[in-house]
Structures are given as structure tokens and as C-alpha cells.
């Protein structure tokens, strides 16, 4: 069993150096997502960052209240009690948190939407390597492409799970993030990501194969044409054997620019 709701909190002030030591905050507004007992809170705010933390825990959000009564009362620091998955999100310039783990996804991808300049994440390990598996590699599968279709992404260091209490079962990884558009511009991100969650639910098939599963949304005749717009060598390709311009490309396909 995990913690409930996620909850391992960073007890080993190492750990909590190395994090702000990959990131300027002085002066910055800062999102925290799950402050928790407000380890890392407390080091941004002593490095002269505004934090915004969004915590989900109604006991948690208390015992901060209390702990940073001086810094909330001057403004510095800005408590929001809920789900960092759904609530609305008070302004900000970049990110610094250690993620709660079964939520990562989601809140990667709602950060990555609602966008940021920089970001330091900690995320379970074997999580954060699949977002940096570099597409056209074995691995690869559309955690990596999605991520990297959308931002820089950079493994800094791991933390073990002595640092934590409780101890978590997993290894974590510390990743930086920089947003940027999409190297490849995409016509209708929608489809585009339609189209890599349909490719890697058959990740065992060919593309060809693999988009025949759209029939039924886009119809024969146009499924038929599309196909004949892509290049044969793609159309035979494994998934994780594209990059990201293939992604694009079979995205932007029958589309207008
Ligand atoms: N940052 C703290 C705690 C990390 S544990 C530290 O490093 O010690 C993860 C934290 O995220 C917990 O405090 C948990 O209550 C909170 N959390 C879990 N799910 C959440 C969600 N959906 N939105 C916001 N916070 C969440």
C-alpha cells in the first residue's frame, strides 16, 4: 500500500538544497503543488520566492496556515486548499514541487497547457524516464513523445527513498522542464493527440494498422485518404520507431495549415 493520498514527506535537508540549487526562484512567483508539511515552502520562501502552494489535504493546509502565518499575512505566500488536478490555479512563472506520484501525469500535462517558463519536478522514477525516452528508441511510448512534443526536458538527479518518511516503495528522479511550441507545428493539437494515443494503444502494430483503428471516427473514404497522403516508410513503422516529425506529419495529414 501507498500512503494515502501520496503522501511522503521530504525529511533530508540535502535533498531539498540540490532541488533549488537546479532553479532561480528570488523574486519569482512559484507554484508548489502538495507543500505537504512545507519542507520545500519554507526554502522557497527563505530564497525570496512568492510561493503559490496548492494543497489537497484539509488537515495539511491547517498545520501551514499556522507554520507560515507571517509569510501568508504578508502576501508572500498564497494557500489554496484543493485538487491541483481541477482548481483553478492562481498566476505564476515557474514550478517547483515534489509531485504527488499517482497524479503526475495529469498535473504534468495541465501545467504544460496552462504553461510556465521553467520547472523542477520530482516524479517516481521509472515515470520520469519514460518522459525523457527519446522518440525512435525502444521505450518510447506517448508519455515520452507527448512530453517532449511540448517542452525540454532534462534529468537532473535521483533522491532515495531514505530521504523521505514515510519511505516510499519507489526510487524518484528530479526532472527540468522548459515549455516550448511544438518544434513541428501542428495544425490541431487535438487530433495530434488522438492520433499518438490510438498509434501507441497498438504499439505491437504497424501505423497503418494501428490508424485503421479510426474508422469508425473519420469514416473509410477518409481514413483511405489519409493514408494515401502518408509515406509508405512511415505507414510500416512501429510507433516508437517514429520522431516527432512523423508524429506531425501524420497529425497534420489532409489537414489545412
Ligand atoms: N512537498 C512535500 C510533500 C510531498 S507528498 C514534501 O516534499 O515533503 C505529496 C503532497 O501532495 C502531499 O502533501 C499530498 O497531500 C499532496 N497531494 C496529493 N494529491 C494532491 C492533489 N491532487 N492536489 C494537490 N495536492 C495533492
Given amino acids: 500500500m501507498s500512503a494515502p493520498r501520496d503522501q511522503h514527506f521530504l525529511i ?9 540549487s537546479c532553479i532561480e526562484v528570488g523574486g519569482c512567483r512559484i507554484l508548489e503543488i502538495g507543500p505537504g508539511r512545507g519542507i520545500l515552502t ?12 496548492v494543497e489537497l489535504d484539509y488537515a ?24 491541483a488536478v481541477r482548481c483553478a490555479l492562481p498566476p505564476f512563472e515557474k514550478v517547483v514541487s515534489n509531485l504527488p506520484y499517482s497524479v503526475s501525469s495529469r498535473i504534468t500535462f495541465r501545467l504544460l497547457d496552462v504553461g510556465f517558463s521553467e520547472a523542477i ?11 525523457v525516452t527519446k522518440p525512435g528508441t525502444s521505450g518510447c511510448g506517448r508519455l515520452s513523445i507527448m512530453a517532449q512534443t511540448y517542452a525540454e526536458i532534462e534529468p537532473c538527479f535521483e533522491i532515495s527513498p531514505q530521504s523521505f518518511n514515510p519511505m516510499p516503495k519507489v526510487r524518484s528522479l528530479v526532472l527540468r522542464l522548459i515549455p516550448h511550441e511544438p518544434r513541428f507545428p501542428l495544425v490541431d493539437r487535438t487530433r495530434y493527440n ?13 501505423v497503418r494498422n494501428g490508424l485503421k483503428s479510426l474508422r469508425g471516427s473519420l469514416g473509410s473514404e477518409h481514413l483511405e485518404y489519409l493514408l494515401s497522403q502518408i509515406p509508405e516508410d512511415i505507414l510500416s513503422s512501429r510507433p516508437e520507431e517514429l520522431q516527432l516529425e512523423d508524429f506531425a506529419l501524420l497529425a497534420n495529414a489532409g489537414l489545412k495549415p
Avoid: N
Fill in 12 to 20: 533530508d535537508p540535502s535533498a531539498v538544497e540540490r532541488i533549488l
Fill in 42 to 53: 519554507r526554502a522557497l520562501l527563505d530564497r525570496g520566492a512568492t510561493v503559490v502552494a
Fill in 60 to 83: 495539511l493546509c491547517r498545520t501551514l496556515e499556522s507554520l507560515f502565518s507571517p509569510e501568508i499575512s504578508r502576501g508572500r505566500l498564497l494557500l489554496v486548499q484543493g485538487d
Fill in 121 to 131: 519536478l520530482m516524479y517516481q522514477k521509472e515515470f520520469a524516464e519514460r518522459m
Fill in 194 to 206: 488522438d492520433i499518438v494515443r490510438v498509434l501507441f494503444s497498438h504499439r505491437r502494430k504497424t
